[in-house]
């Protein structure tokens, strides 16, 4: 039986009295991708952000690695460590290099050699095809090479689990393909366990092993990904799947 990495109960957040997420109910099994999509407003980014502590959550149960996460700072501090996350936006800090913003977190936080954290960040950016760009500054870089950069500044602290929230949302059409090739590739050959929001829903096809379809914060389905592509179980789905000439 495939190990559990993640699991999600009953989670329900409000903003105010405004509610946003009701009893979402979902697992994560290691090495499985999981694509969460839905139309814009669905509950998607929140979902993603409350894994990651960004978005507290008001009754419910996250748990990682089989331990309850308890939603405080400091918890959710030592499990970025282990989660990692990329964002719409790169977040690299412009007065540092790209090997700066690499090593930033493993030196500082992990408390790794720094020539250890240099030669695997140097080895990361040739796995992205970015080893010409370790002395260059965020300034110097396109949109698509500053997100496999920000790609790589997740995966040099080692996470058990990579979230990604529309990675390509802000990129040039010709851009994206390089980014979502890299994550492909994280599935592909790393066997890198992946929660993924996105509205690319070629690329979901073909990386998603299961996709949760949501909709004003509730998940109307949780599908083996080949089977919600081919034959969704809702109508509201196959509407959504045709609205994006799917």
Request: charged share 25%; glycine share 6%.
């Given at each position: 039986?495939?190990?559990?990495?993640?699991?999600?109960?009953?989670?329900?957040?409000?903003?105010?009295?405004?509610?946003?997420?009701?009893?979402?109910?979902?697992?994560?099994?290691?090495?499985?991708?999981?694509?969460?999509?839905?139309?814009?407003?669905?509950?998607?980014?929140?979902?993603?952000?409350?894994?990651n502590?960004?978005?507290?959550?008001?009754?419910?149960?996250?748990?990682?690695?089989?331990?309850?996460?308890?939603?405080?700072?400091?918890?959710?501090?030592?499990?970025?460590?282990?989660?990692?996350?990329?964002?719409?936006?790169?977040?690299?800090?412009?007065?540092?290099?790209?090997?700066?913003?690499?090593?930033?977190?493993p030196?500082?936080?992990?408390?790794?050699?720094q020539k250890?954290?240099?030669?695997?960040?140097?080895?990361?950016l040739?796995?992205?095809?970015?080893?010409?760009?370790?002395?260059?500054?965020?300034?110097?870089?396109?949109?698509?090479?500053?997100?496999?950069?920000a790609?790589?500044r997740?995966?040099?602290?080692?996470?058990?689990?990579?979230?990604?929230?529309?990675v390509?949302?802000?990129?040039?059409?010709?851009?994206?393909?390089?980014?979502?090739?890299?994550?492909?590739?994280?599935?592909?050959?790393?066997?890198?366990?992946?929660l993924?929001?996105?509205h690319?829903?070629?690329?979901?096809a073909?990386?998603?092993d299961?996709?949760?379809?949501?909709?004003?914060?509730?998940?109307?389905?949780?599908?083996?990904?080949?089977?919600?592509?081919?034959?969704?179980?809702?109508e509201?789905?196959?509407?959504?799947?045709?609205?994006?000439?799917?």
């Open positions: 039986m495939t190990e559990e990495i993640l699991k999600v109960a009953h989670l329900n957040k409000f903003y105010g009295k405004r509610q946003v997420l009701f009893d979402i109910n979902f697992d994560l099994k290691k090495g499985e991708v999981l694509a969460l999509l839905g139309p814009s407003g669905s509950g998607k980014s929140t979902t993603i952000r409350t894994l502590g960004l978005e507290d959550f008001q009754s419910g149960q996250i748990t990682f690695e089989g331990q309850n996460v308890i939603p405080d700072e400091k918890h959710w501090q030592d499990l970025r460590q282990k989660i990692g996350m990329v964002f719409q936006s790169y977040d690299l800090f412009p007065n540092m290099t790209v090997l700066e913003n690499i090593v930033l977190a030196t500082k936080v992990q408390h790794r050699e250890e954290a240099e030669a695997e960040a140097k080895k990361l040739a796995m992205v095809g970015l080893s010409d760009y370790a002395q260059s500054y965020p300034r110097q870089l396109s949109g698509g090479q500053k997100q496999r950069i790609i790589v997740a995966l040099a602290m080692h996470p058990d689990l990579m979230l990604f929230d529309e390509t949302a802000s990129l040039d059409p010709e851009m994206v393909r390089g980014v979502l090739e890299i994550i492909k590739k994280l599935s592909d050959e790393e066997d890198m366990t992946m993924i929001v996105t690319e829903m070629n690329f979901a073909q990386i998603a299961r996709v949760l379809f949501l909709e004003d914060g509730h998940i109307l389905e949780d599908t083996p990904g080949q089977q919600f592509f081919k034959q969704p179980q809702t509201r789905a196959q509407k959504f799947l045709e609205s994006m000439d799917f």
